[in-house]
């Protein structure tokens, strides 16, 4: 009850310090965070976070987390001050994280010790861990709260565990080493198979893979809009856009070089795309699948997460 009444105020005084989105980009190179105006399209701020950041997750209420996996070390940020409010360090290799705000706890992948951890969304504290295949890496929330999604690379396969009771659902076997991976909005799971290049759909019910389609080189993150899923491919520079119907790829859209972390805005409107070698972001139109814009950012922007929170209504 406790931790409950502290999460519930924390959702009433988290302040909003902008109009519209803001993107938290984790700059691994250069050991930072920017902080984007997507209004604006600027970086208003750009935070010290030291260990090498790469994991990120934005939530309006409890803020904004990292994980740095040189110091092991995940961060905790206050969204309106920016400043740390709470930060653990973990004995493994801390990668991926996921944020479940309506029970209060968050998820981080642990690389070298096929785990998840699962810690208290308020202060950081370590209350379990999870079992998963090798490496895992990218974590996700299916729409309905009921799932928790791990891409275990070097077991080629994703886990399914139930968000509520956290007992393992379902292990199912994908293409070669995924790891980004994320939820449609119809409740598929898509994820991105770097080694194989190519995106596995997946039942999380049934566990089972209902199709596979290919993309460019090395994909690795996947957002959606506009009923469709984009999927950042690094070697190739671009962003395969597939239909959700078909799974057909309708567009390919040049962006920076090395793209990794993709986020959509609130209104499903615009893609944001952290390219890696060249310390920018990438703005594109869901419906038009036109480039928009571009923001400078620190050096080695990963945003390996949700890392586009929505403003005010």
């Known amino acids: 009850m406790r931790r409950a009444r502290d999460l519930a105020l924390i959702l009433t005084l988290a302040a909003w310090p902008a109009a519209g989105d803001m993107a938290f980009v984790t700059n691994q190179n250069g050991d930072s965070l920017s902080v984007l105006d997507l209004e604006t399209r600027q970086e208003v701020s750009r935070i010290d976070v030291p260990g090498k950041p790469a994991g990120v997750a934005a939530h309006p209420g409890l803020g904004i987390y990292t994980v740095s996996p040189d110091s092991k070390t995940v961060r905790r940020f206050d969204a309106a001050t920016r400043e740390v409010v709470a930060e653990t360090v973990l004995d493994g290799g801390p990668t991926g994280i996921a944020v479940d705000a309506g029970r209060g706890r968050v998820f981080v992948s642990d690389w070298y010790n096929a785990r998840i951890w699962v810690l208290d969304a308020a202060d950081l504290s370590v209350i379990r861990d999870l079992a998963t295949g090798a490496a895992p890496a990218g974590l996700d929330f299916s729409p309905d709260g009921r799932w928790l ?156 997460g949700a890392f586009v929170m929505g403003g005010p209504e």
Request: proline share 4%; charged share 20%; aromatic share 8%.
């Open 149 to 304: 999604a791990s891409a275990d690379r070097d077991a080629d396969a994703v886990s399914i565990v139930d968000a509520e009771t956290l007992e393992r659902h379902a292990d199912v076997a994908v293409g070669t080493r995924p790891f980004g991976l994320r939820f449609a909005p119809d409740g598929r799971l898509f994820a991105a198979n770097v080694g194989s290049n190519d995106v596995s759909v997946v039942d999380p019910v049934a566990g089972e893979v209902l199709a596979t389609f290919g993309v460019g080189d090395r994909p690795y993150g996947v957002a959606f809009a506009a009923w469709h899923a984009f999927v950042t491919n690094q070697y190739a520079g671009t962003v395969s856009v597939v239909a959700l119907d078909t799974l057909e790829e309708v567009a390919v859209v040049s962006v920076g070089e090395y793209p990794e972390g993709i986020d959509v805005t609130e209104d499903g409107g615009t893609l944001i795309v952290a390219n890696w070698f060249d310390n920018s972001v990438t703005l594109i139109d869901a419906k038009t699948r036109e480039v928009t814009g571009e923001i400078a950012v620190g050096d080695g922007p990963r945003a390996f």
